[in-house]
């Protein structure tokens, strides 16, 4: 059963970036495609961006210009950046799975129960 | 960007009862509709994609409904674990996107 596990420090200062690693186990990273969603307090889910394990990449328009997902699957890893953090960008950060449904649909099976990121000073 | 809008905010049930949740899209997404649960400090879980096909392992009280701009998802008879927050979430068009969430409580 594949289970996926967020880390990273749990506290950043504005304007530093966020450094967040989703590590897969119980499967292969390969042939799978891998997101970051985000959670303010009180507020819906936010998607921040793709990652094929071939190293395309998507993101969200909204946080392009901040954003950087990569693979290393040697390792069974993926991770964020996210540049400039602002209070805003307080939430806790989830990696997941995509599965496909068939032809280009594809959506989310696998989760990580996520991980607290407050930006603060 | 295509917004969900989901309703009712909340639905205040007893167990046993049914339960129907809607979500209302902007524009098309054709049958390219996700239901997620979650409770609090856990992740979300699949429970419906394509609109209606339930995801691995999940009971047959839940279905979902709907297609183009309206959905709707069902509990049949709600169990005790079945109070949690759903969300709709779709991947058809410009950013993938989450509607604000429906809290299912016991009422």
């Known amino acids: 059963q594949v289970q996926l596990q967020e880390s990273g420090p749990g506290l950043v200062k504005p304007s530093e970036t966020l450094s967040l690693t989703c590590t897969v186990s119980?499967?292969?990273?390969?042939?799978?495609?891998w997101s970051w969603f985000r959670q303010p307090p009180g507020k819906e889910l936010e998607w921040i961006g793709w990652?094929?394990?071939?190293?395309?990449?998507n993101y969200n328009p909204s946080l392009k210009s901040r954003v950087t997902i990569s693979v290393d699957t040697s390792k069974d890893q993926y991770s964020l950046k996210l540049t400039s953090v602002t209070a805003a960008d307080t939430a806790v950060y989830h990696c997941?799975?995509?599965?496909?449904?068939?032809?280009?649909?594809?959506?989310?099976?696998?989760w990580g129960n996520g991980a607290t990121v407050t930006v603060s000073s | 960007e295509i917004v969900l809008t989901q309703s009712p905010a909340t639905l205040s049930l007893s167990p046993g009862e049914r339960a129907t949740l809607s979500c209302r899209a902007s524009?098309?997404?054709?049958?390219?509709l996700a239901w997620y649960q979650q409770k609090p400090g856990q992740a979300p879980r699949l429970l419906i994609y394509?609109?209606?096909n339930r995801a691995t392992g999940i009971p047959a009280r839940f279905s979902g409904s709907g297609s183009g701009t309206d959905f709707s998802l069902t509990i049949s008879s709600l169990e005790p674990e079945d109070f949690a927050v759903y969300y709709c979430?779709?991947?058809?068009?410009?950013?993938?996107?989450f509607g604000q969430g429906t809290k299912v409580e016991v009422k």
């Open positions: 997941a799975r995509y599965f496909s449904a068939g032809g280009n649909r594809h959506y989310l099976d696998v």
């Open positions: 119980g499967g292969s990273i390969n042939n799978y495609y």
């Open positions: 990652i094929y394990s071939s190293g395309t990449t």
């Open positions: 524009q098309s997404v054709s049958n390219y």
């Open positions: 394509d609109a209606s």
């Open positions: 979430h779709q991947r058809h068009n410009g950013p993938e996107t």
